[in-house]
């Protein structure tokens, strides 16, 4: 005879099994989704800083003590004064969102190939946010003050013996998020000027695919 009260049970527990499977198989698939459209409406919003093109009209950079720079398109400035050290680049934001930059420092190794993100810690912060729309052209100014400090004999040296100068900018979105540090180099010309391209870009909040 059929023990039918085991048999409820065992159909039950199938029961309870499968809805249990169903169920985990529905909230894996639902945060499947929410990753994806995360990522999704994260990648709407990320810049993607890059050198101007040499056909971008110039930008006029003013620092605050009233020194003004015009920097052409594609190109970057650096200047000796008075105790003081002035650098420009003009910068085109080719990401789907608002770029905020944060921060700025001068790599003096030579080693182009480096690989390694450079320390947040030895960054620069600018004085005033500066903000470049997706898709359009603003840019990056810095400035050393301190005759003191190691850092101002070292750039100065490269200002005036016309060597490459390497800079990283930190930046990230408009909701201080998906920072990334890209690695620029202002190369001399001929002419005087100095060319401004990118090497690297390393992300900070996020994976980094090297």
């Known amino acids: 005879m059929a023990d039918w009260v ?18 985990f198989a529905s909230v894996r ?7 994806v459209a995360e990522q999704s409406l994260l990648a709407n919003i990320r810049p993607l800083i890059m050198p101007s093109r040499p056909e971008d009209p ?3 950079v003013g620092f605050a003590d009233e020194h003004f720079v015009l920097t052409p398109g594609g190109s970057g400035t650096a200047e000796v004064a008075d105790g003081a050290i002035y650098l420009t680049m003009s910068l ?15 790599e003096m190794s030579r080693d ?10 030895g960054f620069h912060r600018l004085t005033r946010d500066l ?13 050393l003050r301190d005759p003191a400090a190691p ?3 070292d750039v100065r040296t490269l200002i005036t013996d016309r060597v490459r100068i390497m800079i990283d900018l930190m930046y990230g979105d408009h909701q201080g998020s998906q920072r990334v540090i890209s690695r620029f180099s202002l190369q001399p010309r001929e002419d005087g000027s100095w060319l401004a391209t990118v090497a690297r870009h390393w992300n900070v909040d996020r994976p980094d695919p090297r």
């Open 92 to 106: 085109r934001n080719v990401g789907n969102g608002i770029g905020v930059l944060h921060g700025w420092r001068v």
């Open 6 to 23: 085991t048999i409820s049970s065992l159909a039950t527990a199938g029961g309870t099994l499968v809805l249990a499977m169903a169920t």
């Open 151 to 153: 850092e101002f004999d």
């Open 112 to 121: 182009l190939g480096q690989v390694q993100r450079p320390a947040l810690d």
């Open 58 to 60: 110039p930008v006029k």
């Open 29 to 35: 698939s639902g945060n499947r989704a929410a990753r």
């Open 131 to 143: 903000y470049i729309a997706a898709g359009d052209v603003g840019f990056w100014q810095g400035a």
